[in-house]
């Protein structure tokens, strides 16, 4: 199972056509100073939440801040059985240079 990777140009396409859930995987303060209005704040905390809740052919995008922890966790996530996965190249300080709303 290959990693996937994505720009964050194709990210936003994804997600204005209102399907895939985009995660935030930043720690706390960075992400209540800044973040996307579409992003969904995970942690240690609330994984296990999104792990149970969520549908398992949901397109997910995971976002960091440089694009790098992110891999780690889009791994993960297919390795829980997720099928369609991706990491955003350039985490958060891409997005926001890119594509900020």
């Known amino acids: 199972m290959s990693l996937k990777k994505i720009s ?13 859930l985009l995660l935030d995987i930043r720690d706390t303060e ?8 579409r992003a969904i704040h995970i942690n240690q905390d609330s994984l296990p939440a999104l792990l149970a809740n969520t549908n398992k052919n949901t397109t997910i995008l995971v976002m960091c801040y ?7 966790v889009a791994q993960f996530l297919s390795e829980e059985g997720f099928t369609d996965v991706y990491s955003i190249d350039g985490g958060y300080e891409m997005w926001k240079s890119e594509i900020a709303e």
Do not use: C, E, M
């Open 8 to 20: 964050p140009l194709l990210a936003k396409k994804i997600l204005k056509n209102n399907y895939g």
């Open 66 to 72: 440089h694009g790098n922890s992110s891999q780690f």
């Open 30 to 37: 960075s992400f209540n100073t800044d973040h996307d209005s």
